[in-house]
């Protein structure tokens, strides 16, 4: 079992960055795929990005291709979302996940491929 925590949300104007971490709790992150979603109001959940467990692998949603980048650091327990060029579309609840399939980064980004999941962090961007 994993508990995810987000942090790093909040208001940003068009054109600004962000930086979200997810911290993992247990002796095991280092196991799991984690990826990025959002969701904004009336929408469904998004696949933002992902990365392997070792890190060497990520894929992201076209959307963001570009301007987002993931990274985790295992002996932290942590992944990033270094977010740039924000867009007021961009504007959502960013969650983490984890997933315990053994998958490559392509074929973990769907929602039900991942177990565990953080609360959320709000990320506004204004125009």
């Known amino acids: 079992q994993v508990q995810l925590v987000e942090s790093g949300g909040g208001l940003v104007q068009a054109g600004g960055s962000l930086r979200l971490s997810c911290a993992a709790s247990?002796?095991?992150?280092?196991?799991?795929?984690m990826g990025w979603f959002r969701q904004a109001p009336g929408k469904e959940r998004e696949f933002v990005a992902v990365?392997?467990?070792?890190?060497?692998?990520?894929s992201y949603a076209d959307s963001v291709k570009g301007r987002f980048t993931i990274s985790r650091d295992n002996d932290k327990n942590t992944i990033y979302l270094q977010m740039n060029s924000l867009k007021p579309e961009d504007t959502a609840v960013y969650s983490c996940?984890?997933?315990?399939?053994?998958?490559?980064?392509?074929?973990?980004?769907?929602?039900?491929?991942?177990?565990?999941w953080g609360q959320g962090t709000q990320v506004t961007v204004s125009s």
């Open positions: 990365i392997s467990r070792t890190g060497s692998s990520t």
């Open positions: 996940a984890a997933s315990t399939l053994r998958l490559s980064v392509v074929r973990l980004r769907a929602p039900h491929d991942y177990d565990y």
């Open positions: 247990g002796r095991t992150f280092s196991s799991y795929g």
